[in-house]
């Protein structure tokens, strides 16, 4: 049996974390943010309050919460699997983790051939419901 390879992960911290914002805002999602305001950061909103646009990749879920990254960033990562953690510090300001003490962190590792062949091309847009 071949085990299913991840574009996106997370550690049992992130889950956790996970957990606890879904436990106060509902459902949520991700976004990889490519710099700006926030630097390179997961960024984490209610579902609904992120606009995904058709350019933009679905790179799988974190325990049902789907994660988008823009496709010119997605373009320098698509050979790395993220991995979302959690570390103390301040959110992204527009993160629901803001204020909470602690802050997602995403962290890569590069896939080995043998993974990159097991994995399909990543889709674009809203993943569908």
Do not use: K
Not at 49 to 76: H, I, K, N, R, W
């Amino acid at each position: 049996m071949i085990d299913t390879i991840e574009r996106v992960t997370a550690t049992p911290a992130a889950r956790d974390m996970l957990a606890t914002l879904r436990a106060r805002h509902g459902p949520v999602m991700f976004f990889q943010s490519g710099g700006c305001c926030d630097g390179s950061a997961p960024m984490c909103y209610a579902a609904g309050e992120f606009a995904v646009s058709d350019t933009d990749v679905y790179l799988g879920e974190l325990d049902g919460a789907p994660f988008y990254m823009g496709s010119e960033q997605f373009a320098y990562w698509e050979h790395t699997q993220l991995i979302i953690d959690v570390v103390n510090g301040n959110g992204g300001m527009f993160s629901l983790d803001n204020g909470t003490g602690r802050r997602f962190l995403t962290r890569s590792r590069l896939f080995t051939d043998e993974e990159l062949a097991q994995l399909g091309p990543a889709s674009r847009g809203p993943a569908e419901a």
